[in-house]
């Protein structure tokens, strides 16, 4: 487990919830994932609700993370959507909530939008905010503003696109950081380096990739809608990555072109 700078807990390998089925969600509590990651975007609030309750797993032992839509930053907007997420939830608190990207294009800041958000936490509804493809700048205004540091940062990562910028700044602030498309939704899968280091280690390259997340400190989210891989995915602990290894897949690191998804200044959603 991580410990949040809200003193919540986080598991330190999380499911991604985002084009799953609720059959993957109810397999992924049942081989042992405690984090559930959706968002108001996804539209499968319900599911992820419905895939909690079907486990049989106790609600206090997940810990669900949901995140507001980019067109619900004006405050009044964040406080009503996220009353609604938790309805469709069938919850009475999310362990996070996210800013699922900060729009710097927008009218409403994102300063303000963090302000509501915060506000959530004082009834316990969320029990932790953080924000989500946020650059260091954009993290270093938020917390010049706002007095506060968001709990996590949920950002692209993987090894041809290891964020270290991103990553530096939020170990050295505090925030933990989760990796999206941890997988790089399966791209990498025929890179050398990482097929050589998994036929040494005799694991797949998924989990030599979600190894190096973690031995990163780095929370990654996979989705996969197969119980074999989804389970698979969580199977990282009977081996290590060497120092040499480490290093390998960092150095695959393509900069800007290894970037899949939008960039945090401009992507509109
Ligand atoms: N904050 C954001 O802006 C943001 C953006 C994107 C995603 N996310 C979150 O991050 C989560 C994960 O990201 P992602 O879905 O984009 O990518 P991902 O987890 O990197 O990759 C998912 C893909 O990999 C396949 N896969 C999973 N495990 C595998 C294995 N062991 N072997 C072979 N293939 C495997 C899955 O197929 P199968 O289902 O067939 O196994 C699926 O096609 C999302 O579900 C969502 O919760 C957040």
Known sequence: MIELTSGTQMPEIGFGTGSATTEAMVSALHAGYRLLDTAQMY?????????????????????????????????V?????????????????????LMHWPMPMLDVDYVDTFKAMLQLTEDGRARAVGVSNFTPAQLERLIDATGETPAVNQVE?????????V????????????????????????????????????VSTAQVMLRWHLQRGVVAIPKSNSPERIAMNRDIYSFELGEADMAAI?????????????????FTG
């Not at 609700?49 to 995140?67: C, I």
């Not at 907007?77 to 996070?96: H, I, M, N, P, Q």
């Open 43 to 75: 539209g499968n609030e319900a599911e992820v609700g419905d895939a909690v309750r079907l486990s049989g797993v106790d609600r206090a032992e997940v810990f669900v993370a949901t995140k507001l839509n980019n067109g619900n930053h004006d405050p």
């Open 77 to 97: 907007a964040v406080r009503e959507t996220f009353a609604k997420s938790l309805e469709t939830l069938g919850f009475d608190y999310v362990d996070l909530f």
């Open 157 to 165: 990562m993987h090894p041809y696109f290891p964020n270290d910028e």
């Open 167 to 202: 990553r530096s700044f939020c170990r050295e602030s505090g925030i933990v950081v989760q990796a999206w498309s941890p997988l790089a939704r399966t791209d990498q899968f025929g890179d050398a380096v990482l097929t050589g280091i998994a036929q040494r280690l005799g």
């Open 250 to 266: 960092t150095a695959l690191d393509k900069g800007e072109d290894g970037r899949r998804g939008g960039h945090p200044d401009t």
